[in-house]
């Protein structure tokens, strides 16, 4: 019995952090996917919570920013619109923009606004900015209500691959997800990225054609363009919402690729940061 324990105290045991690919254990995931819908639900309350028109937000927001575009873009700056009615145009385009530019910004800083659960309890990390991703798809729903009701005053008929929206709204989420995995994670270490996140969606806005058409950007750049994932979930919208015979073509294969890439990466860079985010925070 002596020896044993001499044995022990001469052979310390050495624990060292993991090291390479860490699996993602989507069995974990599954297992707490009811504290993925109490936090993505709690995100919702919140945000709505003490304000005086409560969910009409979600509708307020989107058909300002829509007659303030058609106004500035559509009347005086007489932007194209490929022919469809500018404010439908505009709006079949600020919808996902907006659920795009929301969960960014959610993810983006969804760690650091829960440092105390992350410090206090165990679950996986990763449901923090997945569930502050999908709590901006209720808004989407209400507006898409909003854009029916103007592409019937219009007379604008879906078209036939209306069956593809839900997809480029998937295409939406994944991507906001891909970047907001960098930046969270990023956010932990480095606190003045938050100071960051604004600018980047600011930034990001401009060189996405919410605002103006695709067709506007010359074909010698088009490429460059389409590197921008957001470009083909814009177009693909607008190609399965609107009945515009010309598909999104290359910018969707553009943005497939693009952000099969940034979410790859960014699932490594999160789950190898990972251990020491309650350690950081």
């Not at 989107?62 to 709006?91: E, H, I, N, Q």
């Not at 309890?121 to 854009?147: C, E, K, N, Q, T």
Request: hydrophobic letters at 55%; proline letters at 6%.
């Amino acid at each position: 019995m002596g020896s044993l324990q001499e044995t022990i105290a001469a052979e310390p045991i050495i624990i060292r952090p993991s090291s390479g690919w860490v699996a993602l254990n989507l069995r974990a995931l599954w297992n707490y996917r009811e504290l993925l819908y109490f936090l993505a639900w709690r995100d919702v309350k919140v945000r709505y919570k003490q304000t005086a028109l409560g969910i009409a937000w979600a509708i307020i927001q989107p058909l300002f920013l829509m007659m303030a575009f058609s106004v500035f873009f559509g009347r005086l700056a007489k932007v194209p619109s490929d022919g469809l009615p500018y404010p439908v145009f505009t709006l079949s385009a600020i919808l996902p923009w907006q659920l795009f530019a929301y969960a960014l910004g959610q993810s983006s800083n969804s760690l650091v606004a829960n440092d105390r659960l992350i410090s206090k309890v165990y679950f996986p990390r990763l449901i923090i900015p997945l569930s502050a991703v999908l709590s901006g798809v209720l808004d989407f729903l209400i507006g898409f209500a909003l854009l029916l009701l103007l592409m019937f005053f219009y007379g604008v008929s879906p078209g036939s691959a209306l069956w593809s929206a839900p997809l480029f709204l998937l295409l939406t989420v994944m991507t906001a997800l891909a970047v907001g995995l960098w930046l969270s994670a990023l956010n932990i270490k480095y606190r003045d990225v938050r100071y960051t996140i604004p600018f980047i969606i600011q930034f990001w806005f401009f060189v996405t054609p919410v605002a103006y058409p695709t067709s506007l950007v010359p074909d010698s750049w088009r490429w460059l363009y389409a590197l921008n994932p957001m470009v083909g979930v814009v177009d693909g919208f607008r190609w399965a919402l609107l009945g515009q015979t010309q598909g999104p073509g290359l910018g969707i294969v553009m943005s497939i690729a693009v952000m099969t890439v940034a979410l790859a990466g960014g699932l490594y860079y999160f789950r190898r940061m990972e251990k020491t985010f309650a350690d950081v925070v």
